[in-house]
């Protein structure tokens, strides 16, 4: 279902911000997985949560992506 060209300008400006902000916060999980892996004394059942939810982000990702027409496997 590829609705992106259907969509008017509006339309598509509400899921790119959506999009942006996802990407932004998948970026800051990278980093704060990075620093939590570097420490002495590690939280691993605190990574494992944040590596899940890096997860559940990347779906909305791949979804809003379809959405607009932007699947790089389209």
Do not use: C, F, W, Y
Not at 58 to 69: A, F, P, T
Request: glycine share 6%; no cysteine; charged share 45%.
């Amino acid at each position: 279902m590829n609705r992106g060209p259907d969509l008017t300008v509006e339309e598509r400006r509400v899921p790119e911000g959506k999009l942006a902000d996802l990407r932004l916060e998948h970026r800051d999980l990278d980093d704060v997985i990075t620093r939590l892996e570097g420490e002495p004394v590690r939280d691993e059942l605190q990574i494992r949560r944040i590596k899940k939810r890096k997860l559940v982000l990347k779906d909305q990702i791949s979804l809003l992506e379809r959405q607009l027409g932007k699947d790089p496997l389209a």
